[in-house]
């Protein structure tokens, strides 16, 4: 099974003024992002505004990233994340990316209602259950979001009965959590913390997916290539410009950023889909001239950003 490492990235959806979601944008930030050369693409998920799309949109997202990775003869997995607020939607999802020929999915926690450690296990015993033994499956614990925390002891349980329970992406910052589930027999872990990189594949973890890398992939790449070289000062010095950026971008906090993030880098101008709001034309403003500040002093420093 093809498992997850490295710098995989979670990609934003792109969604015109008519808040139609659009397959030839899609397949542009797709090419984008694998220029980029990251390990793996992750479509669909928190930062693809995962809970706002259809299972028709979702579909369509998929089929297309995993088309044009095709097209560019790529080697970069590509990881659906197919959670969804029913299991029968989740199951559905899940079987569509095996079927179009996708290396893997995830799957978040169940929402909104508070589940105990049993009703957690129960939910992803019936998806998995559901899905083909040899397709690799990765649970998703973002407990600060989803309101609940999926136990290292809980995924134990379900890697007994689910060998294609391969690895879990964990998305909050709590080192001591995270050691823990690196310590769990077959199963690798991958934070959604992507300015704390180095210092959680220091503790074991194999990588991050990293909704940053899809506007500025370079700098997450040439962080995991200094780390795989042994220059651990260098890696944690560029990382404090991954940081920089986290903070500018809000930590993920304001989805339209990442939008307008891609559109200074060149991609079309995407909106966020309703409840979510897209910036004000002001706030826009001071976010492109921060951001765009940081990019050039960035690019002094490193000529990384083409």
């Known amino acids: 099974m093809k498992t997850l490492r490295g710098v995989v990235t979670a990609m934003p959806t792109m969604v015109d003024e008519h808040l139609v979601v659009r397959k030839d944008w899609t397949a542009e930030l797709t090419k984008f992002i694998l220029k980029g050369k990251v390990d793996a693409l992750y479509p669909c998920g ?14 369509l997202i998929a089929e297309t990233v995993l088309a044009t990775r095709n097209e560019m003869k790529s080697d970069a997995l590509v990881y659906i994340h197919a959670g969804a607020a029913r299991v029968e939607d989740t199951v559905e999802l899940i079987q569509h990316a095996q079927k179009i020929g996708a290396d893997g999915a995830g799957v978040v926690t169940p929402w909104y209602h508070k589940l105990d450690d049993l009703a957690l296990y129960e939910f992803y015993d019936r998806v998995f259950s559901q899905i083909s033994s040899d397709f690799p499956l990765y649970v998703y614990n973002i407990p600060q979001l989803s309101g609940n925390d999926l136990k290292p002891a809980t995924i134990k349980d379900l890697k007994k009965k689910y060998a294609n329970l391969v690895g879990i992406k964990y998305s909050f910052s709590d080192f001591n959590r995270l050691k823990e589930y690196v ?11 992507d ?17 940053l890398s899809s506007a500025y992939p370079e700098i997450f790449v040439e962080i995991q290539r200094l780390y795989k070289e042994g220059d651990i000062k260098a890696a944690i010095d560029l ?6 950026l986290g903070c500018i971008m809000s930590h993920g906090g304001n989805l339209s950023m990442f939008k307008a993030a891609l559109e200074l880098r060149g991609l079309p101008k995407s909106v966020v889909k309703p409840p979510l709001r897209n910036m004000t034309v002001e706030e826009e403003r001071q976010f492109i001239s921060k951001l765009s500040d940081w990019q050039s002093r960035v690019q002094t420093a490193y000529n990384l950003i083409k």
Do not use: F, P
């Open 183 to 193: 310590a769990i027999d077959g199963v690798e872990t991958l934070v959604g913390a």
């Open 46 to 59: 928190t930062t693809g505004e995962m809970l706002y799309l259809t299972v028709d949109e979702r579909k």
């Open 239 to 244: 990382e404090a410009y991954a940081y920089e």
């Open 195 to 211: 300015v704390q990189m180095v210092e959680s594949m220091v503790v074991g973890a194999v990588g991050t997916v990293s909704g």
